[in-house]
């Protein structure tokens, strides 16, 4: 799931994915999710990490696109009432949405707040501007909204992302989750593009403010903790002169 790679799902639809009750493994695990549900949870995550080959097989092959994704699950990104061409939208996927759109996913009615952040997704400042002189209030309720987006920019999208959301308020040093579009409090924009070893947003996120002595709230590490421990050397160099030592007894 987490790999571009479909040759595994593209070898299960020959022999029936997503079909049937589940057979021996649902008998043996009540509370397992239906076919069905486990394809809709491939879609979702196709979706929002810009994994087009994916969309366009599981489409292909029958899985539903049209409904919004509602209820509780999947845990780490759960229903919003969003459909899948509003969460591509979400994440300036305009090819994804497009498809979907294509194969008769309902256009999704204009909401300012979501427009916003989908344009400053695509580093689309002009969209942005017209949307902040159309609704002054569109950049407020996206704040609220996703106070973290920061974080998800800086695993999705470009340094131009980061920097236009900053420019619009954005929080750089806030906390989120970089590995989906949820407001949970884990780590920092830093922190992401320490491990991710991106050295020119890294650099940028320093320009903004970001701060490198932040912990994360799961593991209590710095950036540079985290670019140490995935093996990335050069967003560590940049990292170690402006991190403060260790306190003692750490």
């Known amino acids: ?42 879609l979702r995550w196709a979706v929002e990490h810009h994994q087009p080959d994916r969309v366009r097989l599981l489409v292909a092959h029958g899985v539903d696109f049209h409904s ?4 509780d699950r999947p845990t780490w990104s759960p229903g919003d009432g969003r459909t899948p061409v509003e969460l591509a939208l979400l994440n300036g996927d305009t090819a994804i949405a497009d498809h979907l759109v294509a194969h008769g996913a309902a256009a ?7 427009d916003l952040i989908a344009a400053a997704f695509r580093a689309d ?12 209030t569109a950049v407020a309720e996206a704040r609220r909204a996703r106070p973290g987006l920061i974080v998800w920019a800086a695993t999705q999208a470009t340094a131009e992302t980061v920097t ?15 590995d989906a579009p949820v407001e949970e409090p884990w780590e920092t924009a830093l922190h992401q593009s320490a491990v991710n070893g991106k ?48 306190a003692t007894g750490r």
Do not use: C
């Open 1 to 42: 799931m987490f790999d571009p790679d479909d040759s595994h799902l593209e070898l299960l639809f020959e022999y029936g994915l997503g079909t049937g009750d589940g057979g021996p493994w649902k008998a043996r695990i009540a509370e397992l999710d239906t076919p069905a549900t486990m394809l809709r949870t491939q």
């Open 68 to 71: 919004p994704f509602e209820g």
């Open 108 to 114: 999704p009615a204009p909401d300012p707040a979501r």
């Open 125 to 136: 400042r002009s969209t942005v501007d017209r949307i902040r002189a159309g609704h002054p």
């Open 164 to 178: 236009l959301l900053a420019e619009l308020g954005f929080d750089v040093n806030a906390y989120g989750r970089g």
């Open 199 to 246: 050295v020119g947003l890294t650099r940028r996120l320093l320009e903004l403010g970001a701060d490198p002595d932040l912990r994360d709230r799961r593991f209590d590490g710095t950036p540079l903790d985290w670019a140490r421990h995935f093996h990335q050397p050069q967003t560590a160099a940049l990292l170690e002169p402006l991190t403060a030592p260790p």
